[in-house]
């Protein structure tokens, strides 16, 4: 066991109460202490999915992303729960349903590989991170609704080269893109 496991936290602000300062549909400002940070409301989780096909191509996704002003490359994720008659819904069922609305591939099966924080000192949302098994194309993808998605399929052993290049336009990363690259971190199939 850690230090860190056993030990109260050692932030002056971390038994402050929680101020929700303005709160929207999607997101709300909060306030902790001295601290700021923005969460999702209404409790609202997210599903992120590794996506990876039979041949060692990994599925991503491109979309114009209002907060960064430029289009975004990104695993293919999405909200779980958020839809009317969803609440309740687990996040492997979210996992599939975003997977195949973005991508237009159809898993056999979701894998949990646990939860995340994205920017832990800003952000207090997590996202479960799903594996995709036994990808199927059944559809275009592109999403629903107003969104406008690209799908990409990409190599996985290129994927550095297509981010660099992806860089080089001025277009945005997320920064899940980097766990691909990370050696080991997605494991043999």
Not at 11 to 38: C, H, L, M, S
Not at 125 to 146: D, H, N, P, Q, Y
């Amino acid at each position: 066991m850690s230090s860190s496991d056993s030990a109260p936290p050692s932030d002056p602000d971390a038994n402050q109460p929680e101020t929700i300062e303005w709160e929207g549909k999607f997101i709300a400002a909060k306030t902790r202490g001295r601290w700021e940070y923005v969460g999702r409301a209404r409790g609202i989780k997210a599903a992120a999915i590794i996506a990876i096909d039979d041949e060692g191509y990994v599925i991503l996704v491109e979309q114009y992303r209002v907060p960064l002003g430029k289009v975004c490359l990104e695993i293919p994720a999405g909200l779980i729960g958020d839809d009317e008659g969803k609440a309740g819904e687990a996040a492997e069922e979210a996992a599939m349903r975003e997977l195949e609305e973005e991508t237009g591939y159809r898993a056999a099966r979701m894998e949990d590989l646990g939860e995340f924080y994205s920017s832990p000192g800003m952000v207090s949302e997590s996202f479960s991170l799903m594996r995709a098994r036994g990808l199927t194309k059944v559809s275009e993808g592109g999403g629903t609704g107003s969104e406008d998605i690209r799908v990409h399929r990409v190599k996985l052993g290129d994927l550095p080269q297509f981010v660099a290049d992806w860089r080089a336009k001025g277009h945005g990363v997320d920064v899940r893109i980097a766990m691909l690259m990370a050696a080991g971190f997605i494991g043999e199939d």
